[in-house]
Each structure stands twice: as structure tokens, then as C-alpha cells.
């Protein structure tokens, strides 16, 4: 007999994972498949912030700005080992953005959304403070600094993927929803294990399309559906060079074309600079750093800091399609960061929700309003539950990381300083759980380096869906940038091998999916 559930969801970004999450908390049956990994699409590429957004105040966005503000304190407290505050550094640049205006947008930062943990705005002096060291001498002598927050974009995504499925959803990667039939019963989805080429089908009553950039390609494809609203994928691409300066506070710099790009200390050793805005045509899966966003980040960095910024210097660079409303902007970097939600209920009894745009600083409240657009149809769910939640291995206090650190490093002495930092940092009080009663590093199996051991890797298998190398080293953390190709290729290796111990566990009915 089909699996029957009251949602499926259909896309394993943070806005399927987000809204898994609320559902089932609220006692709905979930369903969710993703064709490929957890946030392996728009939600890994990130410029790794839960902010605000200064700059959509320029464009009148204020409903945006104050939902995302809010948000910011409701998501520290949610994860406090994987998202933590940070503060930004705006110099003022004569000729462009005057000097009062930028003051009366951090205003308006300030006190839109109800700041209670976050410092508040104030003035600097760069020819006197540390944050005007890095940057070019005599051209910048007035900054204004600012808070926000830094987030594990990747983490967050497989952390509500994870509370979701320990909530009762059913969650499965490498899983694409190939077809769907609609009746006044509900939804029957056929759906495609893409590791085993197996197909079976999933009912449910209510359908949700959070399938990011390829929101269009279901409708129009899998669902068969004409959409009002459209999607305007927009490239934001990112690069990460050696370590820019000393000091842990960000910059955030205006540019003469009207655009602003971020510097922030990345990953202990390096700095990540970014975002460009350009319209995308083409398969979201294709999407790289072009040449022209490389040099144009080198470029705009290089006209704040002394020190220049080269190709040579960048050691790696990402790129994202973020699936934004299609509002008519003229331009990308105008375009709405807002979520959008088409909603079609032309069977009464199997409606389809769409959603187009959003950004990960509001996936929760988008979440919420999700439901909102489909509580009537069930009566008996529950309030919204997730403002006061906690993620898994975050019940700890939002200031509270660095004592965990401390207490992994004293519970595991043979971990070195940083490897007991990185714990903390992405597993908070869970990484007890794969450490277990380790005496030595020996005790938690192979290593394959940059402090990443086989029993870390075996929690990421068992508990978050990592299937390769590229799940554990570039999504579940970014130990990528600090692992070998030797170290690589020999994580690689044990985890097929896993793979196929655990197909054929299964096949004797010795396992489960």
C-alpha cells in the first residue's frame, strides 16, 4: 500500500526543511524527498549571515528588514553553536552614500526590530581604531560599526532535516518526485530513489514546492501546473581568500556601480568576500563563479585595502542561484529578497503551494506563513511552535560556545584546541554523542585530517544523511579547504564502502531506510 501523509514537501533547501519541521511539530504527518544532498542547491552558497539586510532599506523593503531583524535573536537562540554574532564595519566612502544617510539607515536598523541581545550602532574613528588598520591610509577616516550574525548556512538546512525526522517526518535524500497526480483525494507523488533507480509512490493531502531554483521546472514539469507568480534567478557568487587581516570584526563596502559587498573572517585562516548580483539562465545545477565576478570582487575589495587583492590570492570560490519573485526590477541587485507564495487550490481537496523567493534569515517565519496559507485545510493543527524551539544541539546559552568548547576539550583531552572548537561550533552538545567514552584519539577510528575522524563521519552517515565526500567535507562542515586530496579520496572510499554495507544490511532486512 502507498505511504500516506498530510504533507509532502517536495525540495531539501532550508525553506522544505524549515517548513518540514514547523509541520510536523504541529502533528501533521510529513513527507520530503531531495533529488540531491541537504542544501546542496541555493542554500549552501550563502554569504553565511542571518542579518537584516541593510541595504534593502534603499529599496523601501522595510516589512523584509523588520521580519529579518526580529529573526536574527530568535535564531541565535534557536542554534547557538552554529550561528553566532558578529559586527560589521561601514566606512564612509566620500561621493557615494552620504554620510547622514547611512547613519539614519542604522538607525532604522537599530530599532526595527526590537534589538534585545545585539549591541547597538556606533561611530568610529578608523584613523584610530583597529578596523581602520587594514584599509588604505588617508581615504577612510570615518566608519560606523554594526551587528549581525554569522551562520553555518549548510548546518542550519540539515539541523531542521534532522529535528524533523526526530519529530516523525519522513526525510529522504538523493530521492527526486518524478510525477504527480492530483484528485480530490489529494496528491499521489511517484517518487525515484536516484542511488538504487527504485520507484514507489507517496500520498499526501497537501503539497508544498520549495524546490528553490528549480521552483518552475516542478510546476511546469513534475506537477504539470501553470503558475501565476514567476521566478528571476539571480547568480550571487562568493570568493574565499587567505586571511585579509587580524581582527574578527567583518566589513561591509560600498561600490561606485551602487552594490556592496561583504569581507568577513572565514574558517580561522581565511576571508570570504562577496556577493555579486547577476541574472542566470541556464540549469541552477551548472552554476560557477564566472571570471568576471572573480575579478570584480578582487576588484572592489582591492579599493579598500591596502593590501591588494589578486587571483592568485583566492583559494576558492562558490557560486548560488538564489530563485527570487519576479518583481519587473530592472535590475538583480533590485529585485526582491521577500518570499512569494502562489497558492493553488483548484482541487479543493489537494492544494499546491509554491514559493518563490525568501532568504535564510526569515526561513522560519516563512515556515509559519506557509502553514498559515494552508491551516484550513487542517483544522486540528497545532499552534506555531518554532520561535521558542532549539535545534539539535543547541540547548546551551546563546553565549555559551566557547564554554562548550572548553568542556570538550576537558572531557577529550587527546583533541586539539581547534578540533574541539570546530565540535562545538557545528554539533554543540551533540558531539558527546559520537565521542562517546573515547580515551584517545585512536578510540574514535581512522582519520582522514584537519581533525575529521571515522566517528564523526559515521554520526554524519547515520544522522544527517551524508552519503559522499563532498556531503561531509563541503556541506556538513568545510573542511574541504583544510583535507588533502589523499584524505579526500580515502573518505571517499570508506563511505562507498559504507554504502554498500548498509544496501546489503538492508536486502537480509537486517536495516532501514
Not at 525540495?11 to 522544505?16: H, M, P, Q, R
Amino acid at each position: 500500500m502507498d505511504e500516506v501523509y498530510d504533507l509532502a514537501v517536495i525540495g531539501g533547501g532550508i525553506n522544505g526543511c524549515g517548513i518540514a519541521r514547523d509541520a510536523v511539530g504541529r502533528g501533521l504527518s510529513v513527507y520530503l524527498c531531495e533529488m540531491n544532498d541537504l542544501a546542496s542547491g541555493t542554500s549552501s552558497w550563502s554569504t553565511k549571515l542571518v542579518h537584516g539586510g541593510l541595504r534593502y532599506l534603499e529599496y523601501y523593503e522595510f516589512r523584509l528588514v523588520r521580519e529579518a531583524l526580529i529573526e536574527r535573536e530568535v535564531l541565535w537562540r534557536s542554534a547557538p553553536h552554529i550561528i553566532e554574532p558578529l559586527r560589521f564595519v561601514l566606512p564612509h566612502h566620500t561621493g557615494l552614500r552620504p554620510a547622514w544617510l547611512l547613519r539614519l539607515g542604522l538607525f532604522l536598523y537599530d530599532h526595527l526590530g526590537g534589538r534585545k541581545l545585539l549591541p547597538a550602532t556606533r561611530t568610529l574613528d578608523l584613523t584610530r581604531d583597529v578596523a581602520g588598520a587594514p584599509l588604505k591610509p588617508g581615504l577612510f577616516r570615518r566608519g560606523f560599526e554594526y551587528s549581525d550574525c554569522r551562520v553555518d548556512d549548510a548546518r542550519l538546512v540539515a539541523l531542521n532535516a534532522r529535528d524533523a525526522a526526530d519529530r516523525g517526518a519522513v526525510v529522504e535524500t538523493r530521492t527526486k518526485a518524478v510525477s504527480a497526480e492530483r484528485s480530490a483525494d489529494g496528491w499521489t507523488l511517484t517518487i525515484e530513489d536516484r542511488l538504487s533507480g527504485r520507484r514507489r509512490t507517496i500520498r499526501a493531502k497537501a503539497l508544498v514546492n520549495a524546490a528553490g531554483p528549480w521552483v518552475a521546472d516542478v510546476l511546469s514539469g513534475t506537477l504539470r501546473s501553470n503558475a501565476k507568480a514567476k521566478v528571476r534567478l539571480v547568480q550571487g557568487s562568493h570568493i574565499v581568500v587567505k586571511r585579509l587581516y587580524d581582527h574578527d570584526r567583518c566589513y561591509i563596502f560600498q561600490n561606485a556601480d551602487g552594490r556592496i559587498i561583504f569581507a568577513i573572517p572565514y574558517q580561522r585562516d581565511f576571508t570570504l568576500i562577496g556577493t555579486t548580483d547577476r541574472d542566470y539562465e541556464g540549469d541552477p545545477a551548472l552554476v560557477r563563479a564566472t571570471e568576471g565576478e572573480i575579478d570584480y570582487l578582487c576588484q572592489a575589495a582591492s579599493e579598500y585595502f591596502t593590501r591588494a587583492v589578486t587571483r592568485s590570492d583566492v583559494v576558492w570560490s562558490y557560486s548560488g542561484v538564489r530563485p527570487l519573485y519576479d518583481d519587473g526590477a530592472s535590475e538583480a541587485k533590485a529585485a526582491t529578497r521577500d518570499y512569494v507564495f502562489d497558492v493553488d487550490e483548484a482541487v479543493a481537496g489537494a492544494p499546491l503551494l509554491s514559493i518563490f523567493g525568501g532568504k535564510i534569515t526569515t526561513y522560519r517565519r516563512l515556515a509559519e506563513a506557509a502553514l498559515e496559507k494552508l491551516g484550513r485545510h487542517f483544522p486540528k493543527m497545532g499552534a506555531p511552535w518554532t520561535a521558542e524551539g532549539r535545534l539539535p544541539g543547541g540547548n546551551f546559552a546563546v553565549d555559551g560556545r566557547a564554554r562548550l568548547a572548553a568542556d570538550i576539550a576537558a572531557k577529550y583531552p587527546f583533541l586539539d584546541e581547534r578540533t574541539a572548537a570546530r565540535l562545538a561550533s557545528s554539533y554543540g552538545t551533540t558531539a558527546f554523542g559520537f565521542l562517546g567514552t573515547a580515551r584517545s584519539l585512536a578510540d574514535l577510528g581512522r582519520h582522514f585530517g584537519a581533525g575529521l575522524t571515522e566517528a564523526e563521519v559515521r554520526h554524519l552517515i547515520a544522522r544527517e544523511w551524508a552519503v559522499d565526500a563532498e556531503d561531509v567535507l563541503w556541506r556538513r562542515s568545510k573542511l574541504g579547504l583544510f583535507v588533502g586530496a589523499d584524505g579526500a579520496a580515502e573518505l571517499e572510499t570508506f563511505m562507498r564502502d559504507a554504502r554498500t554495507g548498509a544496501r546489503a544490511e538492508a536486502m537480509t532486512g537486517g536495516g532501514a531506510r
